[in-house]
T-cell receptor, first 116, second 117 residues
Framework: GAVVSQHPSWVICKSGTSVKIECRSL??????MFWYRQFPKQSLMLMAT?????????EQGVEKDKFLINHASLTLSTLTVTSAHPEDSSFYICSAIKLTRMGAQYFGPGTRLLVL | AQKVTQAQTEISVVEKEDVTLDCVYE???????LFWYKQPPSGELVFLIR??????QNEISGRYSWNFQKSTSSFNFTITASQVVDSAVYFC??????????????FGEGTQLTVNP
């Protein structure tokens, strides 16, 4: 199979702190990973496309200085929410593309962030 | 630009009823993929099906079936003999065929399905 993990699954932090979320492809290499955000009772919205070894591509309206993405290896991408505020509270989901199966995108279990 | 519309926000049925979830999409691409995902209360997305635009053959998998109509840009999902465990939010999604940037998914708004015992 193709397994994607996220860590942590839950995080509660105080306003103003930074939070790092990891996304790992456990049994395959992924040159491309995606980060989505989902507010309660809403759909998934793509935040950015993370490419190994290069800068992430952010969607319109997503602050690149606030949501730092690093894709340092073929199996790991990280999303850092800097100076988090309550409005950043959301469900963050990553996905990874398995190149050996074109178009197949595998999702992580998600990370719930609550900023107090 | 790509767009996916799931007009049904919520559907409630009684167990064993059949239910169809509608999905209509818009794309300028001539080739693309369509998907259905299930999102139970835990939040983790469960992949159900991927269909490429070349293949309009309908598909059946157990109690699930999908009807792809390219002429009407629809990709509807039917659950036969629904069960309580089918209760979840179902998302229809669309992507291009390219391996990397083209694989970005555009999701519909989702349909909350509640199956009552």
């Amino acid at each position: 199979g193709a397994v994607v993990s996220q860590h942590p699954s839950w995080v509660i932090c105080k306003s103003g702190t930074s939070v790092k979320i990891e996304c790992r492809s456990l049994d395959f290499q992924a040159t491309t990973m995606f980060w989505y955000r989902q507010f309660p009772k809403q759909s998934l919205m793509l935040m950015a496309t993370s490419n190994e070894g290069s800068k992430a591509t952010y969607e319109q309206g997503v602050e690149k200085d606030k949501f730092l993405i690093n894709h340092a290896s073929l199996t790991l991408s990280t999303l850092t929410v800097t100076s988090a505020h309550p409005e950043d509270s959301s469900f963050y989901i990553c996905s990874a593309i398995k190149l050996t199966r074109m178009g197949a995108q595998y999702f992580g279990p998600g990370t719930r962030l609550l900023v107090l | 630009a790509q767009k996916v519309t799931q007009a049904q926000t919520e559907i409630s049925v009684v167990e064993k009823e059949d239910v169809t979830l509608d999905c209509v999409y818009e794309t300028r691409d001539t080739t693309y993929y369509l998907f259905w995902y299930k999102q139970p209360p835990s939040g983790e997305l469960v992949f159900l099906i991927r269909r490429n635009s070349f293949d309009e053959q309908n598909e059946i998998s157990g109690r699930y079936s999908w009807n792809f109509q390219k002429s009407t840009s629809s990709f509807n999902f039917t659950i036969t003999a629904s069960q309580v465990v089918d209760s979840a939010v179902y998302f229809c999604a669309l992507s291009g065929l390219q391996e990397t940037s083209g694989s970005r998914l555009t999701f519909g708004e989702g349909t909350q399905l509640t199956v009552n015992p």
